[in-house]
């Protein structure tokens, strides 16, 4: 059985291995990463053995689901030193005297498209429903970039505080 299949049936006991392996562009390795957690934890090397095991022992489920929360402060420790060193670029690079105009330029194509798009929906009445639906869609994909962008330049919510806060008892 491949890896993917193995880690959805896996996902019965920890259903956060999901984003692992439907939020990425590589699914093939968050599935194996759930599969070598389950691997690890079993002592199975056959990952079908693996999973059997865990569904039959509720021990071992409970081991499972620890060393996946494990495995996620992981990741999001990482996601997190993404997010600062991209920062600490931007600080570096103001320091030096240099503007980054790229993200200048994204930051106002995205502003720009989201005035596009509403104006469209605004003053384009006679506009019929799927046009104006997939004018809609535009305009939301955009808006979330610029929420991307507020996030990266003065943080993320007071949900995102604690999670950070968490995380750093949990690593202290």
Known sequence: MDPISIAMGLAQFAPQVV?????SDDAAAGAQKVVD???VVTGKTDPAEAL???QADRQLQLQFQQAVMA???ELVKAFLADTQSARARDV?????????Y???ALVGAALMLVVVCLAVVIWQSDLNEFAKGAVTLILGRALGWVEQVFS?????????KAK????NKLSG
């Open 92 to 100: 570096a690079m103001v320091q030096a005297g240099v503007r980054n």
């Open 19 to 23: 984003k692992w392996i439907t939020g």
């Open 152 to 160: 990266f330049e003065f943080g993320t919510t007071r949900a995102s």
């Open 52 to 54: 059997a095991a865990l």
């Open 164 to 167: 950070d806060d968490t995380i």
């Open 71 to 73: 495995n996620e402060t």
């Open 37 to 39: 957690i389950a691997g």
């Open 102 to 104: 790229r993200a200048t």
